[in-house]
């Protein structure tokens, strides 16, 4: 089922709306709450943050931060359970639609555990007009339509070495074993296939052979930590560049 927060209003014409998707603890979402409207990431404001499960301590973050961040939540089998005849498909659509309505410069999947289809990506892209079914249906008017929005991810492995979920621990076990002499994290373009879009930022992170994984994980983390604000900003600008005067990060 769907929650979500009342929305706030439109800011200032300058501003770069981003919206964030999450399933867990949201530390680099926290990343990007306290990058907003800083240096890192000026003239830049969180509109939405969507979690596909409702226990995450990152929709805490976003409703706890200063202003409060919009929030919604949609997971996949209670829409199906919900909504009979509908498929994955539709899910996603419906998805789209949430992220749309926020009307964002470019979307984050920041620990979002949720692969997304071609058919979200098309709806972001503007190559596929859907409809507001919260607004009814019969005109054009309730059409969901948009410009290309960018939407990157971050993925803890650097490009073609861990494609897919449990990266981190696949990682350490390999070099353990021998089997790779380097490690990483990289923000990459979204495309269908899983973590196989345009790197943005790929940074190497030191790992020593017989070490925790714990410690090589606290010391990816704070990289994560960096390079999701340096590449969100990229994406931005190149959809929203800032004036070369009066930016205004108050």
Not at 97 to 106: F, N, Q, S
Not at 119 to 135: N, T, V, Y
Not at 162 to 173: K, M, P, S, T, V
């Amino acid at each position: 089922m769907l929650t979500t927060s009342p929305t706030t209003p439109d800011s200032a014409p300058s501003r770069r709306r981003l919206a964030v998707l999450i399933s867990g603890s949201g530390t680099n979402l926290q990343a990007l709450i306290d990058a907003q409207n800083t240096p890192a990431l000026p003239n830049t404001s969180l509109v939405l943050v969507l979690s596909n499960r409702k226990a995450a301590h990152g929709l805490v973050r976003a409703s706890t931060a200063s202003p409060p961040i919009p929030t919604a939540y949609l997971a996949l089998q209670p829409y199906l359970r919900h909504n009979p005849g509908k498929t994955r498909e539709d899910y996603d659509l419906e998805l789209a639609r949430i992220v749309l309505r926020a009307k964002p410069d470019a979307v984050v999947l920041a620990g979002w555990m949720h692969i997304v289809s071609e058919s979200f990506l098309e709806a972001l892209r503007g190559s596929q007009s859907i409809e507001d079914e919260r607004r009814g249906s019969g005109d054009d008017e309730n059409a969901v339509s948009t410009g290309p929005i960018p939407v990157i991810n971050i993925h803890p492995a650097l490009p073609g070495q861990f494609d897919g979920a449990n990266a981190i621990q696949r990682g350490y076990e390999a070099f353990q074993r021998g089997e790779v002499d380097r490690l990483g994290v990289m923000v990459h373009r979204v495309v269908a296939e899983v973590d196989r879009g345009e790197p943005l930022i790929v940074r190497e992170v030191p790992i020593e052979k017989g070490e925790s994984i714990e410690a090589y994980e606290e010391r990816l983390h704070r990289v994560e930590w960096e390079i999701i604000v340096q590449a969100t900003r990229k994406v931005l600008d190149e959809v929203k560049p800032l004036p070369p005067e009066g930016i205004d990060n108050a």
